[in-house]
């Protein structure tokens, strides 16, 4: 009896452990995605006349930066 309930012990201690890991795992990932949107934005570091003159909105570079592999433009580019 003592031998099942020490296994049982370990199982869950397993789960739990993985599901702590994928949880890390996962907000370690939107963290980077999250800095790698803000670096995009950063690239673009200018004004909405000069976005303007290039036929763009602070708007798509947003939508671009969060999907990334969606096209707004209907564009596909560097392909």
């Given at each position: ?28 990932g939107a ?49």
């Amino acid at each position: 009896m003592s031998t099942t309930f020490g296994a049982t012990g370990l199982g869950q201690t397993a789960a739990s452990t993985r599901r702590v890991s994928s949880f890390l795992n996962r907000y370690w990932g939107a963290f980077q995605e999250r800095r790698k949107r803000q670096r995009l934005r950063a690239t673009f570091d200018l004004s909405d006349r000069e976005l303007m003159d290039i036929g763009t909105t602070r708007g798509e570079i947003d939508y671009a930066a969060w999907n990334r592999g969606l096209d707004p433009r209907g564009i596909r580019s560097a392909e």
